[in-house]
């Protein structure tokens, strides 16, 4: 991602292959870290090896190292993204022509959709053998990944972008975790750029220090920039994460463009190493106004109408509504009121 190094989601999953060459050449070797290991099938027909990433994710990108030895056993393997166990039945995001003894290549998936991750050679009588494997992406829905992350603070090098890179941070300890300063009542605010009805908010802590720091940290939605967006409604209190732990929050369907998270207090410090979003929209709402103008303007020219929606919503964006369409439901009507003599 732009704004941090992705993890390697394949090691949050669980692997198998079809087969085993011997008890020490298993389907999990593949996510061991190590290049001089290999996972090995048995000479069959159509050999495979999958991941089950747990959850469905948009790929971005696989990673594989070819073994050692026997380098040209990879030539034609296939690698599929999808979300069913028939192999066969998902999309195929590349396949490798050849690839040398220990080498490692990278495929584009652009965003493919699945829960599995398949590398399987099509053909009579071949063996598949993988050194290393990597798959990278952010999960699927997660509407926190497009949006735009900023903080009270900053603690050098702990920028606001970091708790919305799509890398949990468990991997990179100090620079894949956002933080604010030690201060009075710090916040993380995260802007959508539209209005969504959000079911739960998933944040995930730092794994190496403090885990009280996130206690009692505040979770806020809804539309409002007031106090910087803390003024918004609350959807749930944090009161502990594990460290390195994933927790979810039910919202039960709050509307909102921001997510704030901030801790009440003096002498806080907010650290978040990942906030996921998920929910539906964008959402759209209609509200009628009937209102009476008291202007010099003739209201039923088009160009005096479009010039008062304008003005509406300039208004309306210097208090934080800027994804609202304007328009008149009908032409005013012309009302001029006699001034009596005195």
């Not at 027909?45 to 994710?57: A, F, G, H």
């Not at 070819?66 to 034609?76: E, F, K, P, V």
């Not at 990179?172 to 908010?201: A, F, H, M």
Request: hydrophobic share 35%; proline share 3%; with cysteine.
């Amino acid at each position: 991602m732009a704004n941090g190094q992705e993890e390697n989601a394949a090691v949050l999953g669980n692997t198998n292959q079809s087969s085993n060459y011997n008890s020490v050449s298993g389907s999990q070797l593949a996510l061991d870290g190590l290049i001089n290991t290999w996972t090995q099938t048995n000479e069959e027909d159509n050999p495979w090896w999958r991941v089950d990433l747990l959850k469905v994710y948009r790929v971005n990108r696989v990673t594989i190292t070819n073994s050692l030895i026997n380098a040209s056993r990879i030539n034609g393997t296939v690698i599929r993204i999808g979300n069913f166990l028939d192999i066969y039945k998902n999309t195929i995001c590349a396949v490798i022509s050849t690839l040398a003894g220990g080498a490692m290549a990278t495929f584009s998936c652009c965003g493919m959709e699945g829960r599995y991750m398949v590398v399987h050679i099509p053909g009579d009588q071949k063996i598949l053998s993988l050194s290393e494997i990597g798959v990278y992406g952010y999960l699927a829905g997660n509407l926190a990944v497009d949006g735009a992350a900023t903080q009270s603070s900053t603690f050098p090098g702990w920028f606001a972008e970091k708790a919305i890179d799509s890398n949990r941070g468990l991997q990179q300890l100090n620079t894949g975790c956002s933080s604010t300063l030690n201060e009075t009542n710090p916040w993380w605010r995260l802007d959508l750029r539209k209005v969504y009805r959000i079911s739960e908010v998933v944040i995930t802590y730092r794994k190496n220090c403090c885990t009280e720091l996130i206690n009692g940290t505040e979770i806020r939605i809804g539309n409002s920039l007031e106090n910087n967006g803390n003024k918004n409604p609350i959807c749930a209190v944090i009161p502990a994460i594990p460290a390195g732990e994933s927790y979810r929050y039910l919202c039960n369907g709050m509307d909102g463009r921001y997510v704030n998270l901030i801790i009440p207090g003096d002498m806080k410090t907010l650290t978040l190493c990942e906030v996921e979003v998920y929910g539906e929209g964008p959402v759209l709402k209609r509200s009628f106004v009937k209102m009476q103008f008291n202007t010099r303007f003739d209201l039923t020219d088009p160009s005096a109408r479009e010039n008062v929606l304008k003005q509406l919503g300039s208004a309306l964006a210097d208090r934080g509504f800027t994804n609202v369409t304007l328009r008149w439901s009908q032409t005013p009507k012309r009302v001029i009121q006699k001034l009596n003599a005195g």
